[in-house]
T-cell receptor
Framework: GNSVTQMEGPVTLSEEAFLTINCTYTATGYPSLFWYVQYPGEGLQLLLKATKADDKGSNKGFEATYRKETTSFHLEKGSVQVSDSAVYFCALNGRHDYQLIWGAGTKLIIKP | DGGITQSPKYLFRKEGQNVTLSCEQNLNHDAMYWYRQDPGQGLRLIYYSQIVNDFQKGDIAEGYSVSREKKESFPLTVTSAQKNPTAFYLC??????????FGQGTRLTVV
């Protein structure tokens, strides 16, 4: 079945560092891929998405490219800020319309 | 504004008591979901509903119950059978195949 694997956290970086959070998936067909962000004590918010191979989703300086050949959707940001500290979830549509398959989440800590 | 609303934000339950968490959406979404999140953990699916008057168990449905009498509403009851209910509960909704919208969550604590 469909599944998502994220790199384990926490990931700790200094402000202005380059960020990569790895996400790989297994899926049949061509599912849409998502990155969500969760700030402390809040619900999840969509950060970006991609619906087909080679699509690049981007938002708030974050980017992720749908790589069919490597089954990956890694999240990147060129220069992180303290305010980017949060938990990031990778997700994809499952085989059935109702399904959303979630990664385990990666906690990001940015130090000033 | 369209959105999804959970209430209350904080809820305290005594041992042996049933409590109900509210989730309302005005996005006209067919599918609604309840997730449980434990500290430092990911999301675990409790129940989901694709259509009014129908719902399905997720991965950890034991000790929980839901109803879907209206499209807009998907309340979750945490029953006394749930032995470890302290957690953060998240409700979500979506159209078929599209992104999910989440509520702000309810933090349930057993006292």
């Amino acid at each position: 079945g469909n599944s998502v694997t994220q790199m384990e956290g926490p990931v700790t970086l200094s402000e202005e560092a380059f960020l990569t959070i790895n996400c790989t998936y297994t899926a049949t067909g061509y599912p849409s891929l998502f990155w969500y962000v969760q700030y402390p004590g809040e619900g999840l918010q969509l950060l970006l998405k991609a619906t087909k191979a080679d699509d690049k989703g981007s938002n708030k300086g974050f980017e992720a490219t749908y790589r069919k050949e490597t089954t990956s959707f890694h999240l990147e940001k060129g220069s992180v800020q303290v305010s980017d500290s949060a938990v990031y979830f990778c997700a994809l549509n499952g085989r059935h319309d109702y399904q959303l398959i979630w990664g385990a989440g990666t906690k990001l800590i940015i130090k000033p | 504004d369209g959105g999804i609303t959970q209430s209350p934000k904080y809820l305290f339950r005594k041992e042996g008591q049933n409590v109900t968490l509210s989730c309302e959406q005005n996005l006209n979404h067919d599918a609604m979901y309840w997730y449980r999140q434990d500290p430092g953990q990911g999301l675990r699916l409790i129940y989901y509903s694709q259509i009014v008057n129908d719902f399905q168990k997720g991965d950890i449905a034991e000790g929980y119950s839901v109803s879907r009498e209206k499209k807009e509403s998907f309340p979750l009851t945490v029953t006394s059978a749930q032995k470890n209910p302290t957690a953060f509960y998240l409700c979500a909704s979506r159209r078929q195949g599209a992104r999910a919208f989440f509520g702000q969550g309810t933090r349930l604590t057993v006292v």
